[in-house]
Structures are given as structure tokens and as C-alpha cells.
């Protein structure tokens, strides 16, 4: 069955980076784009950017700069890296994959919670 | 910046029907922006229920149905059940990049 496994829980202080992964199985890595979503507490769901089969990326206007979205098919693993964090990065990051050009978000990742905390 | 806007929050009666809007500050919603429906419950991923306006996934139950409606994305819910009680999100494809709308608070009472 199609799974997207994310890594655990990050804390960080403010201006570190972080990486989550987000490991896909279930189904063949290089077919799908790889969106990633976050939501603050309390909040609503955040469009982050996409990478696609072959590294292209894609990033939201307010992350560009500080976001960095990476591939490893070896592995069927897509990463997502934030840096010069704020508080106001805290947040669940979530992964979902699209077949290309379905517009079709069907498969989401559980989500990885990131703490930015002195 | 765009801003997509759906109602804050909607309440309604087991077994009534709902309907929720997703409003682009762009103009008129079309099936041009692909419209997506997720559902999400508390301390939980958000699951897809409609993308492409009004495309129900295999696991989508069939109360739940996408559609366009006066210049927007709409999202309709038919018969609702108890556990239909969530948070809805729209999404909108933009040229490249996408958009989320600001959320619906759906109460089943």
C-alpha cells in the first residue's frame, strides 16, 4: 500500500536549520511529485513547494531563500530543509505526493512537528 | 498575495446537507485552478475527499461532492453523519504554485 513515512519530531533553536524526510513506499518513486504542506498550531494548512521526479523544484514565494527540497531515489526519499528558523516556523510539516499533472493530492505523510524554541 | 476564503464555520443537523464555498481574491473560481477538498480532523493529516473540482477519490464516500457554483469551488455534503464533524480545506492551483484556502469549522450538531 502507498505509504509516506516522515521523520520524528525537531527541536530547534531560532536561526538553525532542520531537515525532515519524508520516505516513500507502496508505489514508484520517480512517477510522483512531492508537495510540502505545514500548519502552525491552531492554525490552517500552508503550501510550501514541490520537488518532482527529477530534482526540479518549485517553492512558495515566501520560502524562497530558506527552503531547500531534495531527492534521493536511491533511498525513495524526498527532504525538506528550512533554515534560519524563527518561532514562527513552528509548525507540523506534511508531505503529499501528486501524479504529475493530476493536480491530485491523494497520498499525505503523517506529519513531523517542529519546535523553534530557545 | 492571493488569498482563497471559505467559510469560517457552518453547523448543521445529522442526515442535512452542507455546502461549503472556496472563493479566490483573483476573480472567479474555474476548473482552470483544479479545485482539491480535504478533510481534516483533530491531530490528524489532512485526507483528500475531491480533487479536479469534482473527482471523489476510491475511498471518498458518496455524500461528499465537488462542483462549481456562482464563481467558486464548491464542496457539498448530502446526508451528513456525525463523523463528517471537521475541518475542511480548499486548494487552488495558481500557474505553478498553489494555494490553500483559509479553512471551514464543520459542526454536526
Not at chain 1, 506534511?94 to 493530476?102: D, H, I, K, V
Not at chain 2, 490528524?44 to 479536479?52: E, N, V
Request: some cysteine; charged content about 15%.
Amino acid at each position: 500500500q502507498v505509504q509516506l513515512v516522515q521523520s520524528g519530531a525537531e527541536v530547534r533553536e531560532p536561526g538553525a536549520s532542520v531537515k525532515v524526510s519524508c520516505k516513500a513506499s507502496g508505489y514508484t518513486f520517480t512517477t510522483y511529485h512531492v508537495h510540502w504542506v505545514r500548519q502552525a498550531p491552531g492554525q490552517g494548512l500552508e503550501y510550501m513547494g514541490i520537488i518532482n521526479p527529477s530534482g526540479v523544484t518549485n517553492y512558495a514565494q515566501k520560502f524562497q531563500g530558506r527552503v531547500t527540497m531534495t531527492s534521493d531515489t536511491s533511498t525513495s526519499t524526498v527532504y525538506m530543509e528550512l533554515s534560519s528558523l524563527r518561532s514562527e516556523d513552528t509548525a507540523v510539516y506534511y508531505c503529499a505526493r501528486e501524479l504529475p499533472g493530476s493536480f491530485n493530492f491523494d497520498y499525505w505523510g503523517r506529519g513531523t512537528l517542529v519546535t523553534v524554541s530557545s | 498575495q492571493t488569498v482563497v476564503t471559505q467559510e469560517p464555520s457552518l453547523t448543521v443537523s445529522p442526515g442535512g446537507t452542507v455546502t461549503l464555498t472556496c472563493a479566490s481574491s483573483t476573480g472567479a473560481v474555474t476548473s482552470g485552478y483544479y479545485p482539491n477538498w480535504f478533510q481534516q480532523k483533530p491531530g490528524q493529516a489532512p485526507r483528500a475527499l475531491i480533487y479536479s473540482t469534482s473527482n471523489r477519490h476510491s475511498w471518498t464516500p458518496a455524500r461528499f461532492s465537488g462542483s462549481l457554483l456562482g464563481g467558486k469551488a464548491a464542496l457539498t455534503l448530502s446526508g451528513v453523519q456525525p463523523e463528517d464533524e471537521a475541518e475542511y480545506y480548499c486548494l487552488l492551483y495558481y500557474g505553478g504554485g498553489y494555494v490553500f484556502g483559509t479553512g471551514t469549522k464543520v459542526t454536526v450538531l
